[in-house]
C-alpha cells in the first residue's frame, strides 16, 4: 500500500512541471508526512480542457455516500479491481488524476521485531506522478474534493520493501492517464523496470511514524537499527 509520502514543491514549480493552471487558491505548502485525510496538491483536467493544479483530500469519498468518515480507508485503489469497483470505477471511467510526489514511505519488519521505514525517491531529485483518481463529495455550497492513489503489485526490488507500491506514471504518461482512453486496462501497467531503477530505496528516521513530526529531516539517510536486515536485501 501507499500510506505516507512527501511532497515539498511550491504551486509554482508544481503548476510549471505539470504545465497547469494553478487553482489551488495558495493552500499548496511543503509536507514531509502526508498522511490519510491530508489536503495535498493533485492535478486534473479542468472542465475546460486544461490541467489544473488543485488541492484535494487523501482518501476518496463517493458522490453517493452518507458521510465523509470512512475517507481514511479509501486512500488507495488497487489497480486489479478499480475498473469494477463499486467506490472507484466511476472515477477510474472519468476523473483519473495526478498525484504530486517527491517519495513515498514504506516499513520493514525486522528480525528483533521492530519496523524500519525506508524512503523511496528518484535519485536525480525529479518529481514523481503517482496515479490516481479523483471525486467529489457534498453539496454545492459544501463540496469535499477528495482521492485515492492506486497500487500495483511492486516491481524488482521494490519487492523486497513491501508487496504493493504506487502506481507510478512517467511524464509521457501523464496526458494518457489525464485524457480519454480507449483502452482503460492499457493505463494500469506499471513502468518498466529500467525506469523503476532510478529509484533510490533510502532508510529513514522512525520519526516518520508520528504524523506530528514534519521537515525534510524525515528523508534523510540513516542508518538502520538492525543492519542484518540491510544486509539481506539487495537494494543498496
Do not use: K
Not at 488497487?78 to 470505477?89: K, N, Q
Not at 504518461?173 to 513502468?191: I, Q, Y
Not at 523496470?193 to 540513516?222: C, F, K, Q, Y
Amino acid at each position: 500500500m501507499c500510506g505516507r509520502y512527501a511532497t515539498s514543491r511550491s504551486a509554482g514549480d508544481l503548476s510549471a512541471l505539470f504545465e497547469s493552471y494553478d487553482e489551488s487558491g495558495g493552500t499548496v505548502g511543503p509536507d514531509f508526512n502526508v498522511a490519510p485525510t491530508d489536503p495535498v496538491p493533485l492535478v486534473r483536467l479542468a472542465p475546460e480542457g486544461h490541467r489544473a493544479l488543485s488541492v484535494g483530500r487523501w482518501g476518496l469519498v463517493p458522490h453517493w455516500s452518507r458521510s465523509a468518515t470512512g475517507a481514511a480507508r479509501m486512500i488507495n485503489a488497487r489497480a486489479e479491481t478499480v475498473a469494477t469497483s463499486r467506490a472507484y470505477a466511476p472515477s477510474f471511467a472519468r476523473r483519473r488524476c495526478l498525484v504530486p510526489a517527491d517519495g513515498w514511505y514504506e516499513w520493514v519488519r525486522e528480525p528483533g521485531g521492530g519496523r524500519q521505514p525506508y524512503y523511496m525517491t528518484p535519485r536525480d531529485g525529479s518529481v514523481l506522478a503517482f496515479a490516481g483518481i479523483w471525486s467529489v463529495w457534498g453539496s454545492a455550497d459544501d463540496e469535499l474534493l477528495t482521492f485515492s492513489v492506486l497500487t500495483t503489485a511492486a516491481v524488482g526490488e521494490l519487492a523486497e520493501v513491501h508487496d504493493r507500491m504506487p502506481l507510478l506514471l512517467p511524464p509521457e504518461r501523464w496526458a494518457s492517464w489525464l485524457g480519454p482512453a480507449d483502452e482503460p486496462a492499457a493505463l494500469l501497467v506499471p513502468p518498466a523496470p529500467d525506469w523503476l531503477a532510478g529509484l533510490e530505496i533510502r532508510p529513514v528516521s522512525p520519526a516518520v511514524g508520528d504524523v506530528r513530526n514534519d521537515g525534510p529531516g524525515l528523508t534523510a539517510r540513516v542508518v538502520p537499527s538492525h543492519r542484518e536486515a540491510v544486509s539481506e536485501m539487495t537494494l543498496f
